[in-house]
Every structure is written in C-alpha cells, then in structure tokens.
C-alpha cells in the first residue's frame, strides 16, 4: 500500500497539501517568523527557477540558520522516500543550503546533503526509510552566515509504503468458517469449537463473512 504527502506550492502559503495524506501540520520557520510573504524564507513566484507558479525561497541571508521545515507521520511507514526539485543562484561556491532530517521531531538532526547553488530545477530522490518516525522532519537550511545566494525548492513529496497485513494471523471468534476456495489450509491455520458441537463449519455465514474480508 502506498501515500504521499506533497507540496506544489499552488498558493503563496506554508500550508498548501497536495498529495493524498496530510502533512502533519505547516512548514515552520527557522530564524525568523515573517510569513510566507516577505522575508529570507518564503513561497515566491519566479518562472526561471520553480516548476510552476510558487515555490520555497531560502536565501540571501546575513545569518546561518535560516529555513524552513515541515512534519509527516511515518511511523507505520516500510519504505520512506523524499523527493523535490532544487534550483539555486549565486556568485559565491560557499554558498550552502542544508537538507536535513529528523526521527524525533525535531530535537536532534541529520545532514544528508548540503546544496551549493548553481543550475537550474535539478530533481531530487533520496531514501528516508531508516528516519521514518511518527514526528518525522525535513528542513532546508542556510548553512553559511553572509550567503547571497537564491535556493528554491518546489514539489517536495514524501511517498510511503504502508503494511500489507502479509504475515499476520488473525484469531475470528465468530459463527465458525465454512468450507470455500478462498479459505483453503494457506488461509485458515487452525480450528476451535468452543459451542460444544463437535464442528466448526459455519451454519449461519457471519464468520465466513468476516474471515473473507480479513483473508483479502
């Protein structure tokens, strides 16, 4: 089974959701708290460097420490992949924008991958299973005081696989189960006749019912 969270940025805000789960809640600044309109940290609209219409801004900033971040719950999740379009300006190499990542919302973090900027709309994919957590986080971060440099970000997506319910016994207390096809020995492990019957078939259906939805 698979989700996703998304981010196209349709609107100038910090809590657009445009995938078929929900992020857990808004992007949250880091270093200042001016909103999505003004500011080193923003969704602005620039043709040269989003995919569409809006994107995240992070940049040209005197101070190290600016950005942005966001949390998705991925605490039943298999598999975790992040993945977004990256695009950046400047005149300085050392020009930096971290991505980074949390497992515990947030209290401790990860570097996988500082950016310099240069190019443009790069797609990005990188594997966040071993962080998936109930409070997982992800931020884009300047990581150099003084950077006059431009980073955006559009389409930032966590897609996710979710269990299958592959491996899992089931105990139905229930009207019995009777004889079909689709309950064959793969599917039904074991019998229990707590009526006093002697049989467990089922002579009313509910059970049989039951036990083939749980089966698939």
Same mark, same amino acid.
């Given at each position: 089974l698979?989700?996703?969270?998304?981010?196209?940025f349709t609107q100038a805000s910090f809590d657009n959701d445009d995938g078929a789960a929900a992020w857990s809640?808004?992007?949250?600044?880091?270093?200042? =708290? &001016? @909103?999505?309109?003004?500011?080193a940290v923003a969704v602005l609209n620039d043709r040269k460097k989003c995919v569409s219409g809006n994107c995240l801004y992070v940049g040209?900033?005197?101070?190290?420490?600016?950005?942005?971040?966001?949390e998705v719950d991925l605490g039943s999740a298999v598999t975790a992949e992040?993945?977004?379009?990256?695009?950046?300006?400047?005149?300085?190499?050392?020009?930096?924008?971290?991505?980074?990542?949390? =497992? &515990? @919302?947030?209290?401790?973090?990860?570097l996988l991958y500082a950016?310099?900027?240069g190019g443009r709309k790069f797609p990005q994919?990188?594997?966040?299973?071993?962080?998936?957590?109930?409070?997982?986080?992800?931020r884009f971060i300047t990581g150099t005081a003084g950077s006059t440099g431009d980073f955006f970000v559009d389409d930032v997506e966590v897609t996710y696989t979710l269990p299958d319910g592959s491996?899992?016994?089931?105990?139905?207390l229930d009207s019995g189960i009777a004889g079909h096809s689709d309950l064959g020995a793969s599917s039904?492990?074991?019998h229990l006749d707590f009526t006093g019957s002697g049989s467990s078939e089922d002579d009313y259906g509910h059970g049989t019912h039951i036990a083939g939805i749980i089966a698939g």
């Open positions: 698979g989700a996703a969270v998304r981010d196209e809640g808004p992007w949250q600044e880091y270093g200042e =708290s &001016d @909103g999505p309109g003004s500011g040209n900033t005197a101070s190290a420490g600016k950005g942005a971040g966001r992040l993945g977004f379009v990256f695009s950046g300006s400047s005149e300085d190499a050392a020009d930096k924008v971290n991505l980074e990542i949390s =497992s &515990d @919302g947030g209290a401790t973090w990860t950016y310099t900027p994919h990188r594997d966040i299973t071993q962080y998936a957590a109930s409070n997982t986080q992800i491996g899992v016994t089931v105990a139905l039904v492990l074991a």
